[in-house]
């Protein structure tokens, strides 16, 4: 007799069109793991910090969330919120995408900086926002990385920055890529100063960003499965690279190739982030 139990074939082709059909669920209840297909609910996936606890899949924070994670309950205050993207090269429809992004992501540009607290040591932080046109970096996003290392210069505190960025803003053209130089050049004082400065790189950290300010830090930190590198894998394509390893541009790549310091899971981010800040803010301060 077949058996069609809990355990039988029955039941297993039962979870599997449920996970197929999980689209069809009450908005807000479920997600779907884009890596392992497990059908998550929303409060215990809350409560994991976003991370899959089948198959560890670290899904995307928006900034606030991210700060909510790291920081000291109600220490964040954000500062240069005055900023506002322009349009200096006509780009058409530029100013329409960026008001529908204000719109879905209640931010007004995909960087977020401020000063706060993490184990009652004073930082300074910033989180890019990749809800906000994939975290490109235009000249509002240099800019306030830029007053984020100044602030940390002036103030003499750390800074930790929470990397993300599919590349440079194409809307926006050189005056993006001036970015990069730009935020380079602030790092370099922030290292004059003898200040800590630590970047850690989250899913996905590429192009432009990766290639300025996120690979400068003292101490490199990745989240697991992170896609980190320069060109995407269509890019790397089309420029003919052949043979690239499995495990091309993800954290654990960077690791194993000396790029980063370490992966660390976003549960033991906090911890983490303390343990460097707890060294780094003593040795700094006696430089100082």
């Not at 005056?175 to 989250?202: D, E």
Request: hydrophobic share 40%.
């Amino acid at each position: 007799m077949a058996n069609t139990g809990w355990f039988g074939r029955k039941s297993k082709n039962a979870r599997k069109i449920a996970r197929q059909t999980v689209d069809a669920l009450p908005d807000g209840l479920w997600t779907k793991c884009p890596k392992c297909n497990e059908i998550l609910f929303n409060k215990e996936l809350e409560k994991n910090l976003r991370v899959c606890g089948k198959c560890n899949y670290h899904f995307k924070l928006s900034a606030y969330d991210r700060l909510v994670f790291t920081v000291d309950d109600g220490s964040f205050e954000e500062f240069a919120t005055e900023l506002r993207t322009a349009n200096p090269l006509n780009f058409p429809k530029y100013e329409a995408k960026l008001a529908e992004y204000r719109e879905k992501s209640g931010l007004d540009e995909s960087m977020v900086v401020g000063r706060a607290k993490l184990a009652e040591i004073p930082i300074v932080i910033g989180v890019a926002e990749f809800g906000f046109l994939g975290a490109s970096m235009g000249s509002v996003y240099g800019e306030k990385v830029t007053r984020a290392m100044e602030t940390a210069v002036a103030e003499k505190k750390p800074l930790i920055m929470f990397c993300s960025s599919g590349g440079a803003r194409m809307h926006e053209g050189i005056l993006s890529l001036m970015q990069m130089a730009k935020t380079s050049a602030a790092v370099a004082r922030m290292n004059q100063a003898g200040l800590p400065y630590i970047c850690v790189l989250t899913d996905p950290t590429t192009a432009g960003v990766h290639a300025s300010f996120a690979s400068l830090g003292d101490v490199i930190i990745a989240e697991p499965g992170a896609l980190i590198g320069f060109a995407g894998a269509r890019v790397a394509t089309q420029a003919g690279l052949i043979n690239r390893p499995p495990n091309f541009q993800t954290s654990e790549f960077q690791l194993e190739h000396g790029m980063i310091d370490m992966i660390v899971p976003r549960r033991e981010m906090k911890s983490t982030l303390t343990k460097l800040l707890q060294f780094g803010y003593r040795e700094a301060a006696n430089v100082i």
